[in-house]
């Protein structure tokens, strides 16, 4: 069985990272961005991963099949953004995106963030449902921090309440 391996962002996933996103987003959503309406992904060290924030990728195989990164946006709080995988690696088989989901809040958590909050747009149905599913709650738009940084396709909004100094354990997925 091919095993899923979550490491912190090097720059050597790079290429694959910017590949497997913008694959994502415009040939399986049809949602009209570049490389360069995504800035984020062409410095993510200093993006990323400063402050609290930090950025991982799902490995297998030696190839990135995932992504997920959390964005510091001060007061303890953070922005989840990026979380991709690719297609043939979702679902319960792999629980690539669960897998990614629980090393950032275990990492949140550990760094004491206790809000998180992300946006998303319409079309990414199935993400809705996983992000529900996993005690993220609907905000109105209105109601996200200030400093909150809004993408242009983001028309869906939630959030997720840490409980600080009280780390996710991992459960047993195989």
């Keep these: 069985m091919e095993v899923i391996v979550i490491e912190k962002y090097r720059e050597a996933y790079k290429n694959e990272v910017i590949d497997l996103i ?3 987003q415009r040939n399986e959503f049809q949602i009209p ?18 402050g609290a924030g930090n950025f ?10 995932g992504t997920i990164s959390l964005l ?3 007061n303890n709080q953070a922005a989840l953004r ?11 088989h792999y629980n690539t995106a669960k897998l990614l989901l629980l090393t950032l809040i275990d ?7 206790e809000k998180v909050f992300l ?14 599913k996993n005690g993220f709650c609907q905000i109105q738009k209105e109601k ?17 309440r840490i409980i600080v100094n009280r780390r996710m354990e991992f459960p047993e997925i195989l």
């Design 22 to 24: 913008l694959d994502v």
């Design 144 to 160: 996200l921090p200030a400093v909150f940084p809004i993408m242009k396709v983001d028309t869906k909004f939630y959030y997720y």
């Design 82 to 92: 990026k979380l991709f995988v690719n297609p043939a690696y979702r679902g319960s």
């Design 56 to 65: 991982w990728v799902a490995i297998c195989n030696g190839k990135v099949v």
């Design 33 to 50: 961005i570049t490389r360069e309406d995504q800035p984020d992904l062409n410095d993510i060290p200093n993006f990323y991963q400063t």
């Design 107 to 113: 990492w949140a958590a550990g760094h004491k963030i």
């Design 72 to 74: 510091d946006i001060e």
């Design 119 to 132: 946006g998303t747009t319409e079309k990414f149905l199935a993400a809705h449902r996983f992000y529900e």
